[in-house]
């Protein structure tokens, strides 16, 4: 049975490696298994391709201008956006200040995993990556 899900796994990804593969961290559910970890935020990867994800398209997010929050502890790896859906985790990009994303859910267990941006990326910040 490994072997034929080796199999479809290398098939999915046609050929390409990736960084890790990222199971919901609640329900651990396989959302993405073609993706690449951030450069400098470890915990992040984005992905063009994702499975078992629901993108809420009714919310919509955007990053708050720098001065607006109160200072936090530095030392978290990433904190979970404002109730109202109108600010992004901290440690999101700083390129990507101006843009607006969708959130994105465990299709299984609704939770909060991901955004999804204006070139339909996905940007996953709370996953549980598998390191292969």
């Known amino acids: 049975m490994d072997d034929k899900d080796e199999t479809w796994v ?8 990736s960084d890790a593969l990222l199971s919901c961290p ?9 993706c690449q970890r951030h450069e400098i935020y470890v915990t992040q ?5 994702v499975i078992n994800c629901k993108v809420v398209e009714n ?4 990053r708050p201008e720098k001065g607006t929050r ?3 502890d530095c030392k978290k ?13 901290e440690a999101v990009n700083e390129k990507l200040r101006d843009e ?10 609704e939770t909060e995993v991901a955004v999804l941006d204006e070139n339909e990326i996905y ?8 390191h292969a």
């Open 45 to 49: 990867y984005r992905a063009m391709f």
């Open 77 to 89: 790896p990433r904190e979970q956006y404002d109730r109202n859906y109108n600010s992004l985790p």
């Open 70 to 72: 109160q200072k936090k």
């Open 59 to 62: 919310q919509r997010l955007r």
């Open 10 to 17: 290398l098939c999915k990804r046609q050929g390409r490696k």
């Open 100 to 109: 607006v994303f969708k959130p994105v859910c465990c299709s299984v267990c």
């Open 26 to 34: 609640v329900c651990f559910t396989t959302l993405c298994i073609d």
């Open 123 to 130: 940007h996953f910040f709370n996953v549980m990556p598998s």
